[in-house]
């Protein structure tokens, strides 16, 4: 999710790309070096080695204090899918056994199941399952162990768990998606604030931050989520004229989401637990819904 530290630091980057349009190791396009930063003036940017009386412009992107409005959302926060992974790892059984498959090229993703029928010994309750999500670093032999890990009785070797007391074992693989939902909508107002030491640069920097910023009212924060800016009106500021200071504050509404983010996973087998009277419970699960 993205905050008014992500929409500054948004601001920031498109005004950094308009004054440096070939890459801020390039001149700038009022030809004078320009440093633009998220926050506010410093004592040290007023004199010294690199500052305004030196021949440094700045351009400072804050968030306005008492500057928030809530924005009415959709009902109902739907979540909705941000990024999918695949599952490329497979599961062979035989009889006892199941053994871990990785894919010969690409990375190994997704979750690895197994619904395990026992023969009623062994601590196994009756049409168990088990799951482990695989890793980057994971290896067949590792998921194996996992798998393992969770089952009574069982043992790995290698890619290949055995289960002394299961009579029937169906695997199962699945994938996982990044999910997100919108819990906040608001715009917040900030200004993007110019300091030079002549008119001239001023009046340069601001028409080209003020119609490279009205091209396209979307930008893209820095965890990939949209902002809407609109221009919220300029003005100059004269007061510092006297001290060789030009200024002007471009104020920008940004209308920006809070997101709740999650994990969801695909499932691999039905489950239903039932409590019934007298403490007894009940627990049944079906074959997986994609069994191999």
């Not at 809530?70 to 695949?86: F, K, Q």
């Not at 194996?144 to 070797?157: D, E, F, K, R, Y």
Request: proline share 5%; charged share 15%; hydrophobic share 40%.
């Amino acid at each position: 999710m993205t905050d008014i530290a992500g929409v500054s630091t948004a601001l920031a980057q498109a005004a950094d790309a308009i004054i440096y349009p070939n890459g801020d190791s390039t001149a700038s396009i009022t030809g004078r070096r320009t440093i633009i930063r998220r926050g506010w003036i410093t004592n040290d940017d007023y004199s010294g080695e690199c500052s305004l009386q030196s021949g440094i412009d700045y351009v400072f992107v804050t968030a306005l204090s008492g500057a928030f409005k809530p924005v009415a959302c959709g009902l109902g926060m739907p979540w909705r899918e941000i990024s999918a992974i695949p599952a490329t790892v497979s599961i062979e059984t035989s009889g006892n056994s199941a053994t871990v498959v990785f894919p010969a090229i690409g990375q190994a993703s997704g979750i690895v199941g197994l619904h395990i029928t026992p023969d009623g010994k062994g601590g196994i309750h009756a049409r168990s399952v088990v799951g482990h999500v695989v890793t980057a670093t994971d290896t067949p032999a590792s998921v194996a162990a996992a798998l393992a890990t969770l089952i009574p009785g069982a043992s790995s070797s290698g890619a290949t768990v055995t289960i002394p007391h299961a009579v029937l074992l169906r695997g199962a693989v699945g994938s996982y998606s990044d999910i997100a939902r919108v819990t906040r909508r608001q715009q917040q107002l900030f200004n993007v604030s110019i300091w030079t030491g002549t008119w001239s640069a001023r009046d340069d920097l601001g028409f080209a931050i003020d119609a490279g910023m009205s091209g396209d009212p979307f930008f893209l924060a820095p965890d990939g989520s949209i902002i809407l800016v609109e221009s919220a009106g300029s003005y100059d500021i004269d007061t510092m004229m006297q001290q060789g200071v030009w200024r002007r504050d471009l104020k920008f509404r940004c209308t920006f989401d809070t997101l709740r983010t999650d994990t969801a996973a695909q499932v691999l087998f039905t489950i239903l637990n039932v409590d019934a009277p007298g403490d007894v419970s009940i627990s049944l699960s079906d074959w997986p819904l994609n069994p191999l």
